[in-house]
Nanobody, 127 residues
Framework: QVQLVESGGGLVPAGASLRLACAASEGAITSSAVAWFRQTLGQEREFVAAMSWTGQSTHYADSVKGRFTISRDDAMNTLYLQISPRTPEDTAVYYC????????????????????WGQGTQVTVSS
């Protein structure tokens, strides 16, 4: 069973930077498509950023492009999301996700494409 544990959330002023981490079971993210989503109360989970299983391709939601960066360290079994929140609209619970099924080497942006999820880490942006 793959386990994912996010960390790094908290209260951050608009314009500051924060790095979220997602620690995975050994080998869980190696050669797996990975992603970050976020969710606010009463809203559906929203795609933020994703990376293909080779790590060669990434894709970002338009709302975060240029401000957020997804990365991975397979040796450390850790997925990262560097964020530079700009507005309180970036306030959300952020979730990491890993695709367990095999597939083509593309970036998956749909939540349904992912099989394993972390418990989420809260990011609150102060204006």
């Amino acid at each position: 069973q793959v386990q994912l544990v996010e960390s790094g959330g908290g209260l951050v002023p608009a314009g500051a930077s924060l790095r979220l981490a997602c620690a995975a079971s050994e080998g869980a993210i190696t050669s797996s498509a990975v992603a970050w989503f976020r969710q606010t109360l009463g809203q559906e989970r929203e795609f933020v950023a994703a990376m293909s299983w080779t790590g060669q391709s990434t894709h970002y939601a338009d709302s975060v492009k240029g401000r957020f960066t997804i990365s991975r360290d397979d040796a450390m079994n850790t997925l990262y999301l560097q964020i530079s929140p700009r507005t309180p609209e970036d306030t959300a619970v952020y979730y990491c996700a890993v695709r367990g099924r095999s597939g083509v080497n593309i970036v998956y942006t749909a939540a349904s494409a992912y099989d394993y999820w972390g418990q989420g880490t809260q990011v609150t942006v102060s204006s």
